[in-house]
């Protein structure tokens, strides 16, 4: 299930000062495999001072431009993002998971109206989708409102002003800065009036078919909810957090506090009994089950799996619609087993 490729490291590009993006060489025999829709991460996995680590990132290529790319920002406790600013090099090799996630677009043939705020690092899936609405649907507006510190720190911003050039008059740039002042950009961080600056001012006779949101957790609920107020539906809001949600909720746990857990991956099963208190994905890996992880917080959805019996609650979930949850779909790093008997399947996801 967990299944990586090696991926030789074609060029490590350095896009800020703490910042670069990596090219990956996919094999002819795997393009079709690594073949993925815009908006999607893959799963990068390396052994680095003896701990095997695993980090989701976003790509930031199209799907159409042949290339696999992806941007790691480097953060200060960022075991492989330390590794990928100061080591990594072109020629190395890195185990590669196939690309996943549901913070997606696809190109069509209609004429829409589309609108992005981005922070950050956040600007990785958002650039992707841009220049697929842009390259595919020859129609399609996009505006795109991205706040960082300064214009030092903003990755991809160079990539950004060329698109302005390229597609003067269906692409709209608004960069916003929070620590510098800079002609022809906004001043501060992304809040409640920005997005009444792009529906109320800026944009107010144009009706927007979706929303794309990427960011730290705070930036997206400021956004959703405002954009809520202003009757923007909630099923034309698209978000991807960046970083662990802080929302958590406390589950309770039965008397005993044990469940008997059965686990299906790749047609095999196993089971163990565990403390309600943990999550189903985390004793699993406990008992040596290749079952599928990446960011292990609730931000991707490498883990989710199906419970077949019995029941589990998440600590959170920022990923799976309500209609998914009834059906029986669960955020396995999130999950604990609130039944005596629990059964999970990877399999039929």
Not at 46 to 73: D, F, M, Q, W
Not at 170 to 191: D, M, P, Q, T
Not at 308 to 337: F, H
């Amino acid at each position: 299930m967990s299944q990586f490729h090696s991926l030789r490291v074609q060029e490590v590009r350095r896009e800020t000062p703490s910042s670069v993006s990596i090219l990956f060489e996919v094999p002819a025999e795997l393009k079709s495999d690594f073949d993925f829709k815009a908006g999607q991460y893959i799963t990068i996995k390396h052994t680095i001072n003896n701990e095997e680590v695993r980090r989701a990132y976003s790509i930031c290529s199209t799907p159409h431009s042949g290339e696999l790319r992806v941007a790691v920002k480097e953060v200060a406790d960022g075991t492989f993002s330390k590794y990928a600013n100061n080591q990594l090099q072109a020629g190395d090799n890195l185990k590669v998971m196939l690309p996943d996630g549901r913070f997606i677009f696809e190109p069509s043939s209609a004429s829409r109206n589309i609108a992005a705020f981005a922070a950050g690092s956040g600007i990785t899936p958002i650039l992707s989708i841009a220049k697929s609405v842009l390259e595919k649907e020859s129609e399609s507006n996009f505006v795109l409102v991205y706040g960082n510190k300064t214009p030092e720190e903003t990755i991809f911003h160079n990539e950004l002003q060329r698109l302005k050039e390229q597609f003067p008059d269906r692409f709209f740039l608004h960069l916003i800065y929070s620590k510098a002042n800079e002609e022809n950009a906004l001043k501060g961080r992304i809040e409640s009036s920005t997005v009444n600056y792009v529906l109320k001012n800026k944009y107010k006779d144009i009706t927007f078919d979706a929303f794309y949101l990427c960011g730290p957790e705070p930036m997206i609920n400021t956004v959703s909810e405002k954009l809520k107020e202003n009757n923007i539906a909630e099923e034309k809001i698209f978000f991807e957090l960046f970083t662990e949600s802080t929302d958590t909720e406390t589950i309770e746990v039965a008397e005993d506090g044990m469940t008997q857990v059965t686990v299906l991956v790749d047609d095999e099963e196993t089971s163990f009994s565990m403390e309600q208190t943990k999550t189903i994905l985390e004793v699993a890996l406990e008992n040596d089950v290749d079952a599928p992880y990446s960011c292990q917080g609730g931000v991707c959805s490498s883990c989710i799996g199906r419970i077949t019996e019995g029941k589990a609650e998440m600590r959170q979930n920022n990923i799976l619609t309500d209609s998914e949850v009834a059906e029986g779909l669960i955020l396995t790093c999130q999950a604990q087993p609130t039944t005596a008997v629990v059964k999970v399947d990877y399999d039929d996801v």
